[in-house]
């Protein structure tokens, strides 16, 4: 059937780029964002600087990545930009963080860019809210050379490199005309979060454990640190083998890894400053769970994706889960990438393969919490051998009451249990069977399509019995 000629249908900009200002960033997401594209520039080192001054407050991040050419940088500027993606390790994917991330903070974004280290030229072009409510077009401004060297402060003197300045900062600072202390402690408890958001998302790469794409993030002029959330400096932390699944989605395959941890409970840990500092931004209860990582950049922080609740006796769990971008489908990232969805066809692999981590997890949180009580001191002399304390008439003590419950002759065995050791023989302590010793002993027992049914009803069971 043939096609007829179609007629194009351009979206209304004002309306379009303000609804997409609502697309589920906070600023410490949206800084996240800006940071993918610097390290898919090759970058090094990532500046951030915060300013607070009122209605003249910005924000400026700058890179000393390859930059890019005015071609480059126009293209960059478009919503829906094209550009090929390296499937296995690029942290970008539709083309819209850079505008969708700024514009969900700012009403100005700025974007300036050196391509060509034998030429100082530099190339800056604005989306301007107050340009596309006027005009009602999809148009970028070129930014005036006065205009830049403010912008820029010296940063892509002598080297390539990226600079987005972010200006009228409404969602940000969340006041029509943002003025007083109480508008500047505001924004001093976000860069907190900020830094925060940056050490747990950029951890790998911030500590060097990602081949060639070691950088420094400097906010503020301090060096942000790299956030462990599986503590694996602390002598007492377990950690499981690897688990490999394969998932096939939709004609695509790929590996996704599970790796588990249990942490070390409160009193097994070095000092009580790293028991607090591997507590996570959202604290104990809350960072427990998966830790999903997307070519090696995070994700998810904590929770159990609905496979389980959140529980005080497994807070000690934590699971790095792996995949690379060549599975987001199956994964249903966002834009934004800040969620993502277990794939149905591996939930129950999931859950059967984490399961003795969080059994082990509550063994420690629980076995730690048990305290030996101490016998109390005698309040009466103890008699010497042959010597009887008690008073001349003194009746006998009556016997104790008959159990309620029959009683197995000593001769009699027991099934699964060896039988009493003969008079004479040395005495030896009777064997008693924790829960996780019996769950694990089941699971043994167990074929693979029993296991997941086994699995709920002995956490069922746990909960009853408490």
């Given at each position: 059937?043939?096609?007829?000629?179609?007629?194009?249908?351009?979206p209304?900009?004002?309306?379009?780029i303000?609804?997409?200002?609502?697309m589920?960033?906070d600023?410490?997401?949206?800084?996240?964002?800006?940071?993918?594209?610097s390290?898919?520039?090759?970058?090094?080192?990532?500046?951030?600087?915060v300013?607070?001054?009122?209605?003249?407050?910005?924000?400026?991040?700058?890179?000393n990545?390859?930059?890019m050419?005015?071609?480059?940088?126009?293209?960059?500027m478009?919503?829906?930009s094209?550009?090929?993606?390296?499937g296995?390790?690029?942290?970008?994917?539709?083309?819209?963080?850079?505008k969708?991330?700024?514009?969900?903070?700012?009403q100005?974004?700025?974007?300036?860019?050196?391509?060509?280290?034998?030429?100082?030229?530099i190339?800056?072009?604005?989306?301007?809210?107050?340009h596309?409510?006027?005009?009602?077009?999809?148009?970028?401004?070129?930014?005036?050379k006065?205009?830049?060297?403010f912008?820029?402060?010296?940063y892509?003197?002598d080297?390539?490199?990226?600079?987005?300045?972010?200006?009228?900062l409404d969602?940000?600072?969340?006041?029509k005309?943002?003025y007083?202390?109480?508008?500047k402690?505001?924004?001093?408890?976000m860069?907190?979060?900020?830094?925060?958001?940056?050490?747990?998302?950029f951890?790998r790469?911030?500590?060097?454990?990602v081949?060639?794409?070691k950088?420094?993030?400097i906010?503020?002029?301090n060096l942000?640190?790299?956030?462990?959330?599986?503590a694996?400096?602390?002598?007492?932390?377990?950690?499981m083998?690897p688990?490999?699944l394969?998932?096939?989605y939709e004609?695509?395959?790929?590996?996704?890894?599970l790796e588990?941890?249990?942490?070390?409970?409160?009193?097994?840990?070095?000092?009580?400053?790293?028991?607090n500092?591997?507590?996570g931004?959202?604290?104990?209860?809350?960072?427990?769970?998966f830790?999903?990582?997307?070519?090696?950049?995070?994700i998810?922080?904590?929770?159990w994706?609905?496979?389980?609740?959140?529980?005080?006796?497994?807070?000690l769990?934590?699971?790095?889960?792996?995949?690379?971008?060549?599975?987001?489908?199956?994964f249903k990232?966002?834009?934004?990438?800040?969620r993502v969805q277990?794939?149905?066809?591996?939930?129950d692999?999931?859950?059967?393969?984490?399961?003795?981590?969080?059994?082990?997890?509550?063994?420690?949180?629980?076995?730690?919490?048990?305290?030996?009580?101490?016998?109390p001191?005698?309040?009466?002399?103890?008699?010497?051998p042959?010597?009887?304390?008690?008073?001349?008439?003194?009746?006998?003590?009556a016997?104790?009451?008959?159990?309620?419950f029959p009683?197995?002759?000593?001769?009699?065995?027991?099934?699964?249990?060896?039988?009493?050791?003969?008079?004479?023989?040395?005495?030896?302590?009777a064997r008693?069977?924790t829960?996780?010793?019996?769950?694990?002993?089941?699971?043994s027992?167990?074929?693979?399509?029993e296991?997941?049914?086994?699995?709920?009803?002995?956490?069922?069971?746990?909960?009853?019995?408490?």
């Open positions: 059937m043939a096609r007829g000629k179609g007629q194009e249908v351009i209304s900009a004002k309306r379009l303000r609804s997409l200002r609502d589920g960033y600023f410490a997401t949206a800084v996240a964002d800006l940071v993918d594209n390290i898919e520039a090759g970058a090094t080192k990532i500046t951030i600087d300013e607070f001054n009122g209605d003249d407050s910005w924000v400026r991040i700058a890179d990545g390859i930059g050419g005015l071609e480059q940088l126009q293209e960059a478009r919503y829906g094209e550009r090929e993606y390296d296995e390790k690029d942290l970008g994917k539709f083309g819209l963080g850079l969708t991330a700024s514009m969900s903070q700012c100005r974004m700025i974007v300036a860019s050196r391509g060509n280290k034998q030429q100082k030229e190339h800056a072009y604005s989306w301007d809210m107050d596309v409510d006027a005009t009602n077009r999809w148009e970028i401004l070129k930014v005036d006065r205009e830049l060297k912008v820029l402060n010296g892509l003197d080297t390539t490199g990226t600079v987005v300045f972010w200006q009228r969602r940000i600072l969340g006041y005309h943002p007083g202390e109480n508008a402690k505001r924004l001093n408890g860069c907190r979060e900020v830094e925060q958001h940056l050490a747990m998302v951890h790469f911030l500590a060097g454990e081949p060639g794409k950088f420094q993030i906010l503020n002029g942000v640190q790299p956030w462990d959330p599986f694996r400096n602390e002598q007492n932390t377990k950690k083998d688990i490999h394969h998932l096939e004609g695509r395959g790929g590996l996704v890894t588990p941890f249990v942490l070390p409970h409160q009193d097994q840990f070095s000092s009580r400053d790293a028991f500092h591997t507590s931004p959202n604290k104990w209860n809350r960072q427990q769970g830790y999903i990582y997307r070519a090696n950049r995070l998810q922080s904590g929770g994706s609905g496979l389980r609740t959140i529980d005080e006796h497994t807070k769990a934590r699971i790095a889960i792996s995949f690379s971008p060549h599975l987001d489908e199956a990232i966002n834009v934004a990438k800040m277990l794939p149905a066809q591996l939930r692999q999931i859950e059967t393969e984490t399961a003795p981590v969080v059994r082990i997890a509550r063994h420690t949180y629980d076995n730690a919490n048990k305290k030996p009580v101490a016998s001191p005698h309040s009466s002399p103890q008699p010497a042959g010597q009887n304390l008690t008073p001349p008439g003194t009746p006998s003590p016997p104790p009451p008959a159990s309620p009683t197995r002759p000593a001769s009699s065995p027991v099934p699964g249990i060896s039988n009493p050791p003969s008079a004479g023989a040395p005495s030896t302590p008693f069977w829960f996780d010793e019996l769950q694990t002993r089941l699971e027992l167990a074929e693979p399509d296991k997941p049914v086994l699995l709920k009803l002995l956490e069922k069971l746990r909960k009853t019995i408490g």
